[in-house]
């Protein structure tokens, strides 16, 4: 583990954000990307959904609880490098660390987050030690790495097999896994569901033998799962399908919605959402740089408080819901918990 050494993160607009390295050595290309949740920084690194992200934490000081493998939503970390203003304990960089992560503290991430919501996310790299690379040759590096846009990334977090998550209820539900986080499993369980877990590719028949469908969260950009999509339209009308992030996404592009990259996406624990049925406000767990286009249609039941966008799916014809947002807030608010418990409440067992 490095200490004190002079590091930097180095957006592609050239702008230089420098800071103490505080973790491992080397450098990390990714997505230069913020988020605002107060706590839950190892629930962050280790959510598949911020692959290829550089994570800049806007709370003021970050691992000052510690770090504990209960807090895990995969087995490692998926976030390529981590930047915060202060660093809270040595457990925490020692953690980081030990999985090769780098990380720099004494980063200014309010000027870094302004910057990064007026400009949007941007490629990047973060480097523990300006010594061994410098400014411009890393500069050049940043330039010829591709942009999030257009890149296709679950087949990276997904699993390879078929496996068992837990649970002997009454409803047997499939989970596809473009990147499921553990804490959407251990609630599907806990409303009383046997989960099985199937890779992003999978036979939808199989999907329909099962009670109900969960389309799970997941990283990248959803419009070139040409095939994964594809899955999603073969299963519709089946059996009750639930989507929840990426899962909300391919529901959209499987029902002739279009999705679109956001300027700087929404990551956080405070992210307002309508309800447009009840016309009461979620504050809700969010974590994506996608999204479904507005269009008026009648099927979208959620919107965005921030931008308007689509935070929710009902299609009663295609026994279909979905939403954007994280309703098993893992970190976060648990206003949208009910969710994830009516849906698994409304299966019905063969």
Not at 120 to 141: F, H, N, T, W
Not at 163 to 179: E, I, P
Request: charged share 25%.
């Amino acid at each position: 583990m490095r200490s004190g050494g002079q590091g930097y993160l180095l957006l592609e607009d050239g702008t230089v954000f420098r800071g103490r390295s505080v973790a491992a050595e080397g450098s990390a290309f990714g997505e230069a990307v913020f988020t605002t949740g107060m706590t839950g920084y190892q629930e962050t690194v280790t959510d598949p959904s911020y692959a290829e992200q550089i994570v800049c934490f806007t709370a003021p000081m970050v691992g000052n609880y510690g770090v504990d493998e209960r807090r895990l939503e995969s087995g490692a970390p998926h976030a390529r490098g981590v930047l915060m203003r202060r660093l809270g304990g040595e457990d925490w960089a020692l953690w980081l660390a030990e999985r090769g992560i780098v990380a720099l503290d004494e980063i200014d991430t309010r000027s870094l987050t302004l910057r990064v919501r007026d400009g949007g996310a941007m490629r990047s790299i973060v480097v523990a030690d300006e010594r061994r690379l410098a400014v411009p040759e890393a500069l050049e590096q940043v330039r010829a790495q591709p942009g999030m846009e257009g890149q296709a990334l679950v087949a990276q977090v997904s699993t390879a097999e078929p496996y068992t998550a837990g649970g002997s209820g009454r409803v047997r539900v499939a989970v596809v896994d473009y990147g499921v986080k553990r804490s959407i499993l251990r609630r599907l369980a806990h409303a009383g569901a046997a989960v099985t877990v199937f890779p992003h590719l999978c036979d939808p028949d199989e999907l329909a033998s099962h009670d109900g469908v969960l389309l799970s969260n997941g990283p990248g950009d959803p419009a070139p799962l040409v095939d994964e999509t594809e899955v999603v339209r073969a299963t519709l009308g089946r059996v009750p399908v639930l989507g929840i992030c990426l899962g909300h996404q391919l529901i959209g592009l499987a029902t002739e919605h279009e999705t679109t990259k956001l300027p700087f996406g929404h990551r956080g624990a405070n992210h307002p959402v309508l309800d447009k049925r009840t016309g009461r406000v979620l504050v809700t767990s969010q974590n994506h740089g996608f999204a479904v286009v507005p269009s008026e249609r009648a099927e979208e039941t959620h919107v965005s408080l921030y931008d308007g966008t689509v935070e929710g799916f009902d299609f009663p014809e295609l026994r279909a819901q979905s939403v954007q947002f994280h309703p098993e807030a893992g970190p976060g608010p648990h206003d949208a918990w009910p969710i994830l418990e009516h849906w698994v409440d409304s299966l019905e067992p063969r």
